[in-house]
């Protein structure tokens, strides 16, 4: 199996699960190479800024209310630390929570960098316990910290006897994977192995992975017509919630590449199934996917009453909305598991997908399959949509939007989608992970979508008037045109 | 007719002569009526025009007869001489101008003959009959420009090519006149114009006496100032054109190709500002451009202003932010032929993009009409036909947005939750401090 | 000596890139990792004729950092000069590329 929770650090996904992060072609050619392992990364000859592992990790982790997140780091690294607290401090504020972490970092400097800092790591891991009480103490590496081998492992094991709370290693070197998705496994492993404990009894929980909540209180509504409660999780949780994990009656994510390695650990671990069917996105998601808990639940009858109340509610003004949105034609560029799922809810809604670009691409997850997604897209799918495995990189995104002129350019990384309307392309930032959930979320979804292409003056307007950085030459190649040949 | 009037967007026409008046340093005010008029008139004003207050010489201290029942019985004319004189002689001014109310218009003073006694004496000294009865600030306005012209304005001079008036925008009724006409005054300057814009706080008493000499006037407006301009033409010769209040790229840019038309200046040095312009409007929008897409600050919206505002906003948004138009509530008092107007000019917004126009003057009879309508509405997006919503209107209209669950901004007369002084929001400094605030309103729970 | 850094007030020195980023059509070229740019932004609109999601950069992995990364900048620059319009283009190093030497 792919998970080995004895290791303090966490497998790289380009090791574990064959991940790529540059790629050209198809939806077919895809799925063929993966199903036959011969699915090579491609390097690029020209890359810009992506993202690393760390924040992905800290970032995560930093969502949890009570703990304190260490950045072993230069400041700049640390430079996250704002705007992930502001935002963790209005998410806990929404449910009236306390958030008490801190994300601190020990602005590593020229000496330190030469002599080592593991001595002061020591005295600020203890200063960080008696200054701020956590409930927990996440130490996360940095790239300075990888390369000049600073042995952040035996500071732990000197100190876990120290201090009365979990303190554990987070691996998450900048340069340590090409794929940043990396960081959420590293965040998992830290969580699996420092914070889960043996179960002592069962409840009706079901474990729910995903970024920030926002339809709690609908996912709340919905679970208990079976009888179960939701545990959304990191963001407004506790440690000492988090230690019961190993309890619930079940483990799902909203997102397939978020939650591989949670749920596939949870249940080799503690026997927690994990619901591995594509995400509750669309509508065809959300029913198998409910489906899929009504087996592990047992709750199956109550599920399809529920199933077919709720469509006769909703299928009508879906089906309204849909008509308006025939002929629309999209490009998407968003991560692993969201760019092939939301895919699928536009075909559900009428609109041709002709371009996906995937940050990176898993060619299965840690229970050893390929990801479910893809194969619904290959049986079902109208149209072989080109593919890319673009790690966000905006020279490539440019130069697909010119090509195929979409009506509509979908993301969920901020500051990606204002590249597409000074393009003159239309754009929906989809940042709620929700936006597309269930029934009430493919509605929502068609209608936002309705919004966006009914007046595209702004996009004409500014892509009218303002200068693009790239030459006129770079237009002219083919997007693909600078990866380079497959790397063995 | 006899409506009742529910907490109206205007004033009277002695409302709207007398801010005209008192926008203009050194032109003093002789308020021929009750106590009352001038200080309710200036309140109503300064409070409602985002605190403008204290002028020159308004307020407390407008020159006002004062005129009890003796006068109404036996007549004002004697108070009102006496009240000149002592003005005169009081208050240190360039021009004075004697405005009438409901009650002197009425008993039938003869305020013409007892000002001529003055005129003949040399005495800068003008006359209006602006009864309020006879109709509201827009009426006020065009007397007062009227008398201006037909009474100080001198005549036979000499044409300058290239001098232009520009009116249309009524002090204090537009809240942010000052800046508007800052703006409008420094692009035509860049076209080589020369513009007399009267009404800022750097105008002087002297250009309404030159203001013959243009060659060309500019009335911001299809509503406000036309019978002005009419006279302006009858009197000294010069013609007129009506252009919209233009806000943000899209409006000026026409604007500036019309005068650029009018006066014959080289297309060139048109469009080299126009050029100009947009790279510095859109060197800030497109870094706006990022929070506008990651929070998607497009919104349905709605209108509530009069006859230059309801237009120039609901293009401004649709053209320039990409929101979609609902409902556009014109207030102003028209009639039939002054709502054909204003209606025409929507034909320039895309149809399926257009509004749906409602003539109201009377606030809450907006909200009600506005929510039946949204009840009645049969659209793809369910119970919220306009969901999220955005309403641009005055502060009266804050009631709106709260029952559609919208954001809100006042722009419209009267704005009283706000201070304004040199904001405007005309051209392309106006546009990009529009988009500005809007957005700014979006993010102000933060 | 290290110490606790809570609530940072500042970023470290390649937040450079700002500054180069202030100037008019001149591009930053980062010698760091994938990582860098997206933490040193300034989050509240920063796109610009650039942004950092424009800024070229090295993306350094352990190939790098095992091997030297001059080659990787090398083959960058080059391209960078054939795909993107600026009028001057500055290189900056991150903490990798100068611990490693390359």
């Not at chain 1, 200063?127 to 927990?136: G, I, L, V």
């Not at chain 2, 009750?34 to 605190?51: H, I, K, N, R, W």
């Not at chain 2, 009404?199 to 030159?210: G, H, N, Y």
């Amino acid at each position: 199996m792919t998970i080995n929770l004895n290791n303090s650090s966490v497998e790289t996904r380009e090791n574990r699960l064959g991940s790529i992060a540059g790629y050209n072609g198809d939806l077919h050619d895809l799925a063929n190479q993966t199903k036959c392992g011969t699915l090579k990364d491609r390097e690029r000859c020209f890359t810009q800024s992506s993202s690393c592992d760390a924040g992905c990790a800290l970032g995560q982790l930093a969502s949890i209310t009570d703990v304190a997140v260490i950045n072993h780091a230069p400041s700049g690294c640390t430079g996250m630390a704002s705007q992930t607290i502001v935002n963790h401090t209005q998410l806990a504020a929404k449910r009236g929570i306390p958030y008490t972490t801190v994300f601190l970092g020990t602005d590593m400097n020229e000496q330190d960098t030469v002599f080592g800092a593991t001595e002061s790591l020591k005295e600020i891991i203890i200063k960080t316990y008696q200054r701020y009480k956590p409930n927990a103490i996440f130490i996360g590496t940095s790239c300075v910290s990888g390369i000049i081998g600073e042995d952040v492992d035996s500071i732990v094991d000197e100190l876990k006897d120290e201090i009365p709370v979990p303190i554990a290693a987070v691996h998450c070197e900048g340069f340590k994977s090409k794929v940043w998705a990396t960081g959420f496994d590293a965040s998992d492993h830290a969580i699996l192995t420092s914070i889960v404990k043996p179960p002592k009894k069962k409840n009706n929980i079901i474990n729910f992975k995903n970024f920030n909540e926002s339809a709690r209180k609908e996912i709340i509504k919905i679970f208990a017509n079976f009888g179960v409660k939701p545990f959304f999780l990191y963001a407004n949780t506790t440690v000492e919630e988090l230690t019961h994990m190993s309890e619930s009656l079940a483990t799902v994510s909203i997102c397939g590449t978020l939650g591989t390695y949670l749920g596939n650990g949870l249940e080799e671990k503690y026997g927690v199934p994990y619901v591995k069917s594509i995400n509750p996105l669309g509508i065809v998601g959300f029913e198998t996917w409910l489906r899929e808990i009504g087996k592990v639940i047992n709750k199956q009858e109550d599920i399809e009453n529920y199933i077919e109340k709720e469509r006769a509610i909703y299928l009508p003004k879906i089906e309204g909305v849909k008509k308006e949105l025939k002929g629309l034609r999209a490009v998407l560029g968003m991560g692993a598991s969201y760019a092939f799922q939301v895919t699928r809810v536009l075909q559900e809604l009428g609109i041709e997908v002709v371009w996906v670009a995937s940050w990176h691409f898993d060619s299965k997850y840690d229970n050893g399959e390929i990801p479910p997604h893809i194969d619904y897209l290959v049986e079902n799918s109208p149209n072989n949509f080109k593919v890319s495995v673009t790690d966000q990189q905006n020279f490539e995104i440019l130069n697909i939007l010119n090509k195929y002129k979409p009506d509509i350019y979908f993301g969920r990384h901020p500051g990606t989608t204002v590249w597409a309307i000074k393009q003159g392309t239309a754009a929906l930032f989809l940042g709620d992970e929700f936006k597309t959930f269930g029934y009430r979320g493919t509605l929502d979804f068609a209608q936002t979508i309705l919004d966006t292409i009914k007046n595209r003056s702004f996009e004409k307007n500014l892509a009218a008037r303002i200068t693009l950085p790239y030459t006129e030459w770079w237009y002219k190649q083919d997007s693909s045109s600078l990866l380079k040949e497959e790397v063995e | 007719m006899s409506e009742y009037i529910e907490r109206p967007r205007y004033q009277c026409a002695l409302g709207g002569a007398l801010v005209t008046i008192t926008a203009l340093d050194r032109f003093i005010p002789i308020v021929h009526s009750a106590p009352g008029c001038a200080s309710s008139a200036e309140g109503a004003a300064s409070t409602g025009s985002g605190y403008w207050g204290s002028t020159y010489c308004n307020g407390r201290a407008t020159p006002s007869s004062n005129t009890l029942e003796k006068e109404i019985i036996f007549g004002g004319e004697e108070r009102l001489k006496e009240q000149i004189e002592t003005t005169l002689s009081i208050i240190d001014g360039d021009l004075f101008a004697v405005i009438t109310g409901c009650m002197t218009d009425i008993i039938g003073d003869d305020v013409r003959a007892v000002v001529n006694d003055f005129k003949k004496a040399g005495k800068p000294i003008i006359v209006a009959e602006t009864g309020g009865f006879k109709g509201n600030s827009s009426k006020g306005y065009d007397f007062i420009l009227e008398a201006i012209f037909t009474q100080y304005t001198e005549k036979g001079l000499e044409k300058n090519p290239r001098l232009v008036n520009i009116f249309g925008l009524i002090p204090s009724q537009d809240v942010f006149w000052r800046g508007n006409l800052i703006e409008l005054k420094r692009l035509l300057n860049e076209l080589g114009l020369q513009v007399n814009t009267f009404f800022t706080p750097s105008d002087i008493v002297e250009d309404l006496k030159t203001a013959s000499k243009a060659s060309l006037n500019i009335v911001f407006s299809d509503i406000h100032g036309i019978v002005a301009a009419k006279v302006f033409e009858e009197t000294h010769g010069t013609p007129f054109i009506t252009v919209p209040l233009p806000i943000g790229p899209t409006a000026t840019k026409e604007f500036l190709e019309e005068v650029g038309e009018k006066f014959e200046i080289c297309s060139k040095k048109v469009q080299e500002l126009i050029q100009k312009e947009n790279a510095w409007y859109y060197s800030f929008v497109q870094s706006i451009g990022d929070i506008y897409n990651d929070i998607d600050l497009q919104r349905h919206a709605i209108i509530v202003g009069d006859s230059n505002y309801s237009f120039s906003l609901t293009r401004f948004v649709e053209e320039e932010l990409g929101w979609i138009p609902a409902y556009v509530a014109v207030t102003d008092m028209l009639d039939n032929n002054e709502k054909e107007k204003v209606k025409s000019r929507f034909d320039l917004i895309p149809e399926d993009l257009r509004p749906k126009i409602i003539f109201e003057t009377n606030t809450s009879e907006i909200v009600s009409r506005v929510l039946a309508d949204l009840k009645n509405t049969d659209s793809v997006y369910g119970d919220l036909p306009i969901t999220p919503a955005f309403v641009l209107g005055s502060t009266l209209d804050r009631t709106l947005a709260v029952d559609v669950n919208a954001g809100f901004l006042s722009v419209t007369f009267p704005v009283t939750n706000r201070v304004v002084t040199d904001q405007g929001y005309a051209g392309y400094k106006g546009g990009l401090r529009l988009t500005t605030d809007i957005f700014s309103v979006l993010l102000g729970n933060r | 000596m290290a110490k606790i850094l809570d609530q940072p007030r500042y970023k470290c020195a390649l937040t450079a890139m700002q500054t180069v980023h202030g100037i008019t059509r001149a591009l930053p070229i980062l010698h760091s990792g994938p990582g860098c740019a997206d933490k040193l932004d300034g989050g509240a609109g920063s796109s610009g004729h650039f942004s950092p999601r424009v800024f070229p950069c090295t993306n350094i992995t352990e190939k790098e950092v095992i091997f030297g990364g001059e080659d990787r900048l090398i083959e960058i620059i080059e391209n960078s000069l054939k795909i993107i319009d600026a009028d001057i283009y500055v290189v900056l190093t991150g903490c990798s590329s100068e611990i490693v030497g390359g």
